[in-house]
């Protein structure tokens, strides 16, 4: 049987890992081979890099980071943060990552998608999503280039529907959108219907992170994970607000997420991704020990 | 020497780092001649099967890559590698393989998510040599929306469950090939690699 997939998520900024596994004595906390090494001892079912470098100067560590871990880690790689170009893809995959993890790119140019998956295959194409509920405020939110294409019309939102009582308030496929700078932004985007037409276009896989949840360790949000989980066909990892045990099977069961991501519920606490796992299997969860 | 076959398709580098991790000596090669000399061969890959053959055709390797199967050297296909030893694939309307072993390659009809992605068990149905450490119902990583169907049962060496039971791997003599990925399977895909390289000096 498949098993539902644990992905610790490490935030890797100028080739260092911030805010890395803190709890056990790793001869360097801030490497990143070191860190993707415990997780691998650990039973991690993968692990995701993401690249918060802000110097455009500094990009290219990554590679090496990536050129490191893969000599040592034998487990699915994804890098996520930066990725532009279909050059930025190959030169990841070169290195020895796995999957790409795109997310602003997309919301630009949702080609971006269908190009990057003609060329390098779907199953190496995670779009991430960044969705918040739709609150009556919606009058700072934006468009983007692409509104004028009529292919794209299902997943934009319309502006005047959205405020007064008729505004979609998480019920159904209409109530979130997708926002961007942290979760700062918000974009005209429905974030279901965003997502069936990244399937569509050659996503293989997707990490959706609720914004509104993310960081206050309450849990998922998990009628947007159901919901997604429900109308694509491809596997959606949970992400944003894990903070339990609990939160995970939330996730996997309710949520119907294929996988869940969790950054400082390991990072931080002596809970162990082994203690989950047993954890998850007593409540009859398929998982690999 | 252990001639990994570069064809432009997928993440190479992991076979090679994993090879090198057991310490034996692989190298990552697009020459027909290397692949000529070579003692072993393995083919990784994954990605679109019809890509996967036009790039072996274009690169002159397909040649290379059946001479050596027949002569008897050991063959590890992985992923791709297993698929394209199979008479022809439905992906993209029909596209014919090597023709190694008669059976196709359907895609996954199931109300399961697709790409079947993630970890899953193997049930070892005829063990191969290279399978000598691996327990039964280990978890191996997959990612593949399409699977092989063997028309000669009896080169079916271990089969997985996912909406319907598929060959995960096969084995006849020389030739071993997995649906799943040892190079991204931690400390037990690494034994089948450990396993192949063994096998490839007896040979």
Redesign the interface.
């Known amino acids: 049987?498949?098993?539902?997939?644990i992905i610790p998520c490490l935030d890797v900024k100028d080739g260092r890992v911030v805010k890395g596994v803190s709890f056990v004595n790793l001869r360097d906390a801030g490497d990143p081979v070191e860190n993707a090494k415990f997780y691998?001892e650990q039973g991690a079912?993968e692990l995701i890099f993401l690249d918060i470098t802000a110097s455009h100067e500094k990009r290219k560590i990554i590679l090496d980071v990536v050129?490191k871990t893969?000599?040592?880690v034998?487990?699915?790689l994804t890098v996520g943060g930066g990725i532009k170009t279909l050059d930025d893809i190959r030169a990841l995959?070169?290195?020895?990552?796995?999957k790409v993890s795109i997310n602003t790119t997309a919301v630009k140019d949702p080609f971006f998608i269908s190009r990057a998956a003609e060329k390098?295959?779907?199953?190496?194409i995670v779009v991430a999503i960044d969705a918040k509920r739709i609150t009556q405020n919606m009058s700072d939110a934006t468009g983007e280039d692409w509104f004028g294409d009529a292919s794209m019309k299902d997943v934009m939102l319309n502006p005047p529907a959205l405020s007064g009582p008729q505004a979609p308030r998480g019920n159904g496929s209409s109530g979130w959108a997708i926002s961007t700078h942290g979760g700062r932004k918000m974009k005209l985007i429905n974030a279901v219907a965003w997502a069936k037409k990244m399937e569509e276009l050659g996503a293989?896989?997707f990490m959706l992170t609720s914004m509104d949840k993310d960081g206050t360790k309450d849990g998922y949000d998990i009628e947007l994970t159901r919901t997604v989980s429900e109308n694509v066909?491809?596997?959606v990892i949970a992400s944003g607000g894990a903070g339990t045990l609990e939160h995970l099977y939330e996730g996997l069961v309710h949520g119907k997420a294929?996988?869940v991501l969790a950054a400082s519920i390991f990072h931080f606490r002596e809970l162990s991704i082994r203690e989950a796992k047993e954890y998850l299997k007593s409540k009859s969860v398929p998982v690999?020990l | 020497m252990i001639a990994i076959v570069d064809y432009g398709m997928?993440?190479l580098?992991?076979v090679e780092?994993?090879f090198?991790?057991v310490g034996i000596d692989a190298t990552v090669t697009s020459s027909p001649q290397v692949v000529d000399d070579a003692d072993a061969i393995v083919l990784p890959g994954?990605?679109?099967f019809r890509d996967c053959i036009r790039n072996l055709t274009d690169l002159s390797l397909t040649g290379a890559v059946i001479r050596s199967i027949q002569k008897g050297k050991p063959y590890l296909g992985i992923c791709l590698g297993l698929q394209v030893l199979f008479s022809e694939s439905e992906e993209f309307g029909r596209c014919k393989g090597l023709d190694i072993f008669r059976g196709k390659v359907v895609r996954f009809q199931i109300k399961?998510?697709?790409?079947?992605?993630?970890?899953?068990?193997v049930n070892i149905v005829n063990r191969p040599p290279i399978f000598s450490d691996v327990p039964d119902d280990s978890?191996l990583?997959f990612?593949?929306?399409y699977y092989v169907v063997p028309e000669d049962r009896s080169i079916v060496a271990a089969t997985t469950?996912?909406g319907v039971p598929f060959t995960s791997m096969v084995w006849k003599d020389n030739v071993f090939a997995t649906q799943f990925h040892p190079?991204?399977?931690?400390?037990l895909?690494?034994r089948i690699l450990a396993g192949f390289g063994e096998f490839a000096k007896k040979a």
């Open positions: 049987m498949l098993a539902k997939r691998d079912d050129e893969a000599e040592d034998f487990m699915p995959l070169n290195a020895g990552c796995d390098f295959g779907s199953q190496c293989g896989e066909s491809i596997p294929d996988a690999r | 997928g993440n580098r992991s780092k994993g090198k991790k994954v990605g679109a399961e998510k697709v790409p079947h992605m993630g970890w899953n068990t978890y990583y990612v593949h929306s469950d996912y190079e991204k399977s931690q400390g895909g690494l």
